[in-house]
């Protein structure tokens, strides 16, 4: 088991390479947990963010309340997150799991709704609709066929990998809606010509849906492919940290990497479909709702 809580032999990876290339180092686990920050290593960290308040206060940058606001979020949501999920996982119930998963897929899709657009109708539906999708299959894939999971409601290792799917699924969501909105409103003039020329209310808008896909698709792509060589991903770095061999970890995040690669495209998908409806009555004609 890793310090992310991913079960180190969920991926039967053990035949593929030499043993150890695979096994954590004797004694690693320990050695790290004793370095791990403590409550007083919390407290100190807290000084870095009193020295980057202290920078903003001599540049006057105005941003010295914003960090401390920023701060205390950290904090209280951060320990706030940490309680549920150690309640959650103490009690192992399938129910509590399934609550909470819901529940984080609701604020993701609140959040990614009000990005887009607060007062489009139906709006809160689709989206939903992508987030939840998206996750679904996602996840279904992944415990059937990858970590096999057993129970399937192991917590350790399906709350972490479908919150890190909802995360990526909103911003997806986000970006290609919020996208094609703007798109659809500022090209009226263009819209009514295909449609006059004969053109499905698909057809009219195919080419503004795909380039909204593309755009919340964007960040996804960027990151696979400067992964590794820029930055160290947060997956590969809790496994690092947690004493994991680095050949484990980064086949961890091999795994990471294509399960948003999924998630995001069905998203942003599903939310621009639902979109495009909402543009046309039923006599395929445009209507461009009020937000």
């Known amino acids: 088991m890793s310090m992310t809580g991913l079960p180190m032999t969920g991926l039967s990876i ?15 686990i320990a050695s790290t947990v004793s370095t791990a920050p ?10 870095l963010i009193a020295i980057a308040i202290a ?3 001599w540049q006057r940058l105005g941003l010295a309340k914003t960090l401390a606001l920023a701060a205390l979020r950290t904090l209280a949501q951060l320990l706030g997150v940490g309680f549920v999920l150690s309640v959650i996982f103490a009690s192992d119930q399938p129910i509590a ?13 609140v959040v990614a709704r009000n990005r887009i657009d607060r007062e489009l109708p139906e709006l809160l539906k689709w989206v ?13 894939y992944v415990c059937l066929f990858v970590i096999r ?10 709350v972490p990998l479908t919150g890190m799917v909802l995360g990526h699924a909103m911003t997806a969501a ?8 703007s798109t659809l409103r500022n090209s009226r003039i263009e819209i009514e010509t295909h449609l006059s020329l004969g053109a499905t209310p698909a057809q009219a808008v195919r080419g503004y849906r795909q380039a909204a896909v593309k755009a919340g698709l964007i960040p996804t792509i960027n990151a696979m492919m400067i992964v590794g060589l820029v930055t160290l991903p947060g997956t590969i770095t809790g496994q690092l940290l947690g004493g994991s061999k680095p050949l484990v970890a980064a086949i ?24 495009a409806k909402q543009f046309f009555n039923s006599a395929m004609q445009l209507v461009i709702p009020q937000g």
Request: charged share 5%; glycine share 8%; proline share 5%.
């Open 55 to 57: 920078l903003s206060l």
């Open 128 to 140: 939903w609709m992508a987030i939840v999708l998206s996750a679904t299959v996602t996840m279904t």
């Open 14 to 28: 053990t035949g593929l390479f030499p043993p150890e290339l695979l096994m954590t180092r004797p004694g690693v």
């Open 97 to 109: 799991i399934v609550a909470l998963l819901i529940g984080m897929a609701g604020i993701a899709t």
């Open 174 to 181: 986000s970006i290609s809606g919020e996208r094609l909105v």
């Open 149 to 158: 999971l057993d129970p399937w409601y192991s917590p350790q290792q399906l």
């Open 252 to 275: 961890y995040q091999i795994l990471i990497m294509f399960m948003l690669a999924l998630s995001t495209l069905i998203a942003s998908l599903v939310v621009t479909y639902g979109l």
């Open 38 to 47: 403590d409550f007083i290593g919390m407290v100190w960290s807290l000084g």
